[in-house]
């Protein structure tokens, strides 16, 4: 903040430095840092502002960050997190199962009872968090995991062969990611959708949604709303209000 950063209100690990000659962008995460800037010279004025302030040691451009690999190639950047997802397959013992095409089955609808039995809340819960932040990268399964995640306080079989089945859709996908361009063209475009009454339990809906910068996905979502609709419309307005807020 001495260094004329200002703090993202609605991140509080993001800081911004923006003038008509430079711009840097600077993210925190404990005793990590991660910044970029608009040309050489500020980045280094900016390393050297930090060393005179704390005991820092430079590591070069950005490789893995949190479990997450970080390519930067001339014609943009892409992230992914592969070998993150050799750890999981491996943890829950899916190494060797073959892929799936979808993440779930054609119309499976999840209940919080039926005739299957109880299953390890610990190894159930296990899964869905370990999936869950795969979705850092992999947005595709986002409402698969949303749907799972709705089941971690009392899971039974059927919950964890869903869970299963998006670990083995996923080993199909280990080298996907994203690729962030560079591109001039910097329109913000959102896409959402909503199902109507999906839940069989309380009959409510889920709408997920999509924000593109240019042709690059920047956020995602997938939530179950809080009320009952009762039309297709008031499902769809819902969705829309929520995007909207989103993006404000």
Not at 2 to 15: A, I, M, V
Not at 21 to 50: H, P, Q, R, W
Not at 137 to 155: D, G, K, Q
Not at 161 to 177: P, S, T
């Amino acid at each position: 903040m001495s260094n004329n950063f200002n703090r993202s209100d609605g991140e509080p690990t993001l800081y911004i430095k923006e003038n008509k000659d430079i711009f840097l962008t600077i993210v925190l995460y404990v005793d990590d840092l991660i910044f970029m800037g608009s040309n050489d010279a500020a980045i280094e004025k900016f390393k050297e502002e930090m060393k005179e302030e704390f005991e820092m040691i430079d590591l070069g451009l950005l490789k893995y960050f949190l479990k997450i690999k970080v390519q930067q190639l001339e014609h943009g950047i892409f992230i992914s997190q592969s070998k993150y997802v050799e750890n999981i397959l491996k943890r829950f013992w899916m190494d060797t199962y073959k892929p799936t095409p979808t993440p779930t089955a054609m119309g499976i609808k999840l209940r919080k009872e039926d005739s299957t039995k109880s299953v390890s809340p610990t190894l159930y819960k296990s899964i869905v968090g370990s999936l869950m932040y795969l979705m850092a990268t992999c947005p595709y399964i986002m409402y698969a995991v949303s749907s799972i995640s709705r089941f971690m306080e009392n899971p039974i079989a059927t919950h964890l062969q869903v869970a299963k089945r998006i670990l083995r859709y996923v080993q199909g996908k280990i080298r996907f990611g994203i690729m962030y361009k560079k591109i001039d063209d910097f329109k913000l475009t959102r896409y959402t959708n909503s199902d109507w009454a999906g839940s069989s339990g309380d009959q409510k809906s889920t709408s997920r949604y999509v924000f593109h910068l240019g042709f690059d996905a920047i956020s995602w979502a997938s939530k179950k709303h809080p009320i009952i609709s009762l039309s297709s419309i008031e499902v769809e307005y819902i969705a829309t209000i929520g995007v909207a807020y989103q993006a404000v």
